[in-house]
């Protein structure tokens, strides 16, 4: 493929920490590994706002027309529109504006998100989506489940293309015991927050340690009500890689993510994933010899404290993020 000036346009970036911001951050990075050109519009170029209910998120409110000058200046060969946010919204306005062709991506299930916090009804905002994406070239998801989803809810199956995520292995796969907590030892990596449904690994009646790694905005609600469940709050890679070594099984209870990279990163570090069946971990470990999933997260606990480690981090070494830029370059439609 020839060498390209790649622009990515997202809502969702330092100092954010969840998914989108990783993937984005990394595909660049292997991005130019490969040779290309690539420059981001953030929020940080602009005068940004609290999202209502999550503050962590940041909105940008002067959008236009700032973004439609950077986007002319840079004049790029491929736009990819990583978010459905302002800049988002604003980058697509450019690209039918001048009739150029671009990507975007379907990172999270936004309807049940909006729903969870605000009550909003589902079909609302699916309706929002699939008028967002519409005129994409591609539209890039993160498993087949979640495409097959989108499609049940009016999606062009066409334009749907499975997009993997990768793991820093050489991280992930090298962590240290930072101590001997009481057996077992049961961690959650992520947001705290209510569409992750933290309640209900917190509520579970098994014996030894909860560890929650991560920060949001239940975050000092569940310290007070579960005081002997460690919070670490915010931490760097190379120290969750440490709380994964020191770990038994990492417990995933959403039922709203579309993959989870903190899966794939648990299972380089040797630890059984347990979840309900849910699109993320079906399409992670689903049917594989280290499938644990289960209607009832405490079975799928359970189960899971009996899964070799080994075989946790075998399956791992098939996500990289060298693969994830390879599916981006195979489907971004260049403009020249």
Not at 70 to 87: A, R
């Amino acid at each position: 493929m020839s060498l390209l000036k790649i622009l990515i346009i997202t809502d969702a970036w330092y100092p954010q920490t969840n998914g989108v911001v990783r993937t984005m951050d990394n595909l660049g990075q292997q991005l130019r590994k490969r040779g290309h050109e690539v420059k981001y519009i953030t929020p940080k170029e602009f005068f940004t706002v609290p999202m209502p209910t999550y503050p962590e998120i940041r909105l940008a409110l002067n959008a236009w027309p700032k973004i439609n000058k950077m986007i002319k200046d840079y004049n790029p060969q491929v736009i990819h529109i990583s978010t459905e946010g302002p800049l988002g919204f604003f980058g697509r306005k450019y690209c039918l504006k001048h009739n150029i062709k671009f990507t975007t991506s379907y990172h999270t299930k936004f309807p049940e998100y909006v729903n969870a916090r605000v009550k909003i009804p589902v079909s609302f905002s699916y309706r929002f989506m699939r008028y967002f994406h519409k005129y994409s070239q591609s539209i890039l998801v993160t498993t087949n489940t979640m495409k097959n989803e989108l499609v049940s809810n009016g999606f062009n199956i066409d334009k749907l293309k499975v997009w993997t995520r990768g793991v820093k292995h050489e991280v992930f796969g090298n962590g240290e015991k930072i101590k001997d907590f009481k057996g077992p030892v049961w961690i959650y990596v992520g947001r705290v927050a209510i569409e992750k449904n933290i309640k209900a690994f917190l509520n579970l009646d098994i014996d030894g340690t909860k560890i929650v790694v991560g920060d949001g905005p239940q975050m000092s609600e569940v310290k007070k009500k579960y005081p002997d469940v460690i919070f670490t709050g915010m931490l760097n890679d190379k120290d969750i890689s440490n709380y994964l070594a020191s770990s038994d099984v990492f417990v995933f209870p959403s039922k709203t993510d579309t993959f989870g990279i903190v899966l794939i990163e648990a299972l380089a570090a040797g630890l059984p994933i347990a979840a309900y069946k849910v699109p993320g971990p079906i399409d992670i470990t689903g049917g594989t010899e280290i499938d644990t999933l289960d209607d009832d997260l405490k079975t799928s606990a359970l189960k899971a404290l009996k899964i070799d480690k080994q075989k946790c981090r075998k399956l791992a070494k098939q996500y990289t993020w060298e693969e994830c830029a390879k599916i981006f370059e195979s489907v971004c439609v260049p403009n020249y």
